[in-house]
Structures are given as C-alpha cells and as structure tokens.
C-alpha cells in the first residue's frame, strides 16, 4: 500500500462513527450552559425543576431525531427518560445503558454527569445507526441521582417486576478526566460476568480496566434489585479525578472531550457483545 493514497475508508464499527467527538461536545455544550439548550434558554445547573425540564425536552428530541420513541417514567418527585431499540436478530438478551442528567446546585456539571448523558446518547445514536444489533437496549436517564439515586431506584424496581430478566445494567458517571494519560477505565462493583466483559475487551483493545468496589451512583439501585449491574467512570476511586466535580468550576472548559469519546467506543464494543 502506497502512504501517499488516499485513506482507503474506515473498516466497519466504531471507528466509522467520526462523529462521537462533535457530537459530544454539543451535547455538554448544551447541558452545562455553555450554549443555548433550546431558542432562547440557557440553563446555569440542572438542579431545578424548570432545568430538568429543560434538559428532558432536549433529550427526548434528541431520541426522536433517531427514530426511538422516548418515554416518560414519572415516580412522583422527578421523572426519568427511557427509549428502546430492539435486536436486529431473535432471542436476545435485553441491556441498559444509563446515565444521570441531574446535576447539583450551583454547579454546570458538565463533567458529573453531561459526559456520562453523552456516552448515552451517542450510544443511542450508534446503535441505531448499526445493521446488526445482538441485544435488545435501554438507554435511560435518571434524575435525582444526586438526591440519593432516585431515579435509578424507581426505575429498576419498576424492571424488577416488569422486565426480571434484564441481563445487565451499564451506568455511567463522571467520564471527563485522565490527567496522567494512562487511558484507564474504573469500573464500580461489577458483577463477575460484566467485570470478565469489560476486562476482555480491555485486554483486546488495549484498555486498561480496573475494579474497584463503589456504591454511590446508580448502578447500586440496580445491584440493590438484583441485577447484574456496572458503574463505568474515570479513576474516580483510584484518584485520577476531576477535581471540579460538584463546585461551580466543573464547566465544559474543564472536560477532556477526547478521554470521553475513548471510553464511549470502548463501551460501545462492550455493550455490542451478545450478553
Ligand atoms: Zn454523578
């Protein structure tokens, strides 16, 4: 192969999808105040009501501009976002994707939670765009995780008696820092089948996954109803974190775009295996 020819195409999968990275930056852009949500309204945190209504309006324009069909699950003090997209095949297991789009006051909180709410939706996006899907998904986005895992917690005791086979609930939080470029992805107290997931497509690709046990985002709801669930995020535990995260500096200045989309199609070849 001659250097001097033209690139010759991506290959298929994640790598084809070039537009996770602009696509992720409006998506925190537009969360945390930096630009215009909707015409006329910029929104400053997302801790009031009238924000979150806000941010669930975009979301679900968002979805319907994919052609998913956005619901509201409403639980009496806040309401959470859900849409499916089905298997392109028979007999597949169903997944979760999630992330938490409330934010703390006084905060932008672009980096808790508008990166994780990115990876979600440009997941959304990706696999719709996919011809062969071998999991039926939820992508959902739970409010008042910052309340005490709210959402999250009426949503997964919803599943547990709707949908008890859920196989695996996917949650990210904080995915906007790798100050010491070692690429590593923490994962929060996974269950047995989704830490060997994750740790071999890590050993494929090249990511370095790292275990750890943590409780406090929603992925602990869905533990707590007995599903097999995951907390995905930068090092949280281990310390290579956002230091901004719940102060008024954790702006869209402050997020490493690039470390996001590197963990979003490192996701996105996890949550594409059969489950
Ligand atoms: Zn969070």
């Known amino acids: ?21 602009d696509y992720q930056r409006e998506i925190v852009s537009k969360l945390s105040g930096e630009s215009a949500i909707a015409e006329q309204l910029t929104i400053d945190s997302r801790f009031t009501l009238a924000e979150r209504n806000a941010v669930r309006d975009y979301l679900s324009a968002e979805l319907a501009r994919y052609g998913l069909e956005p619901v509201r699950h409403s639980y009496g003090t806040g309401t959470n976002i859900i849409a ?18 409330d934010g703390i006051d006084n905060s932008p909180a672009a ?21 062969q899907r071998d999991n039926d998904m939820i992508f959902a986005f739970f409010d008042e995780e910052e309340r005490g ?29 790798d100050v010491d470029g070692d690429g590593a992805v923490e994962i929060w107290s996974p269950s047995p089948e989704l830490e060997s997931l994750y740790r071999g497509v890590g050993d494929e690709l090249g990511v370095p996954v790292q275990p750890v046990d943590f409780d406090s985002s929603d992925h602990a ?30 702006s869209y200045a402050n997020i490493d775009f690039d470390y996001l989309a590197y963990v979003s199609r490192f996701v996105f070849q996890v949550t594409a295996r059969a489950q």
Not at 111 to 131: I, M, P, S
Request: charge should be negative; hydrophobic fraction near 45%.
């Open 1 to 21: 192969m001659d250097a001097a020819q033209p690139d010759a195409g991506c290959a298929g999968g994640v790598e084809c999808a070039t537009w996770i990275e």
């Open 221 to 250: 709801a869905f533990i707590g109803n007995g599903f097999s669930s995951v907390g995905v995020s930068e090092e949280f535990v281990a310390g290579d974190f956002n230091p901004n995260y719940h102060t008024p500096q954790d």
């Open 111 to 131: 980096g808790d939670n508008a990166t994780g709410v990115a990876l979600v939706l440009a997941a959304a996006r990706y696999f719709q765009e996919q011809e």
């Open 149 to 177: 895992l709210l959402g999250s917690s009426a949503y997964a005791a919803k599943l547990r008696s709707e949908e008890p086979d859920l196989a695996a609930a996917h949650i990210f939080d904080l995915v906007s820092w």
């Open 84 to 101: 499916r997209l089905p298997a392109t095949r028979d007999g597949a297991s169903l997944i979760l994707l999630g992330s938490h789009f």
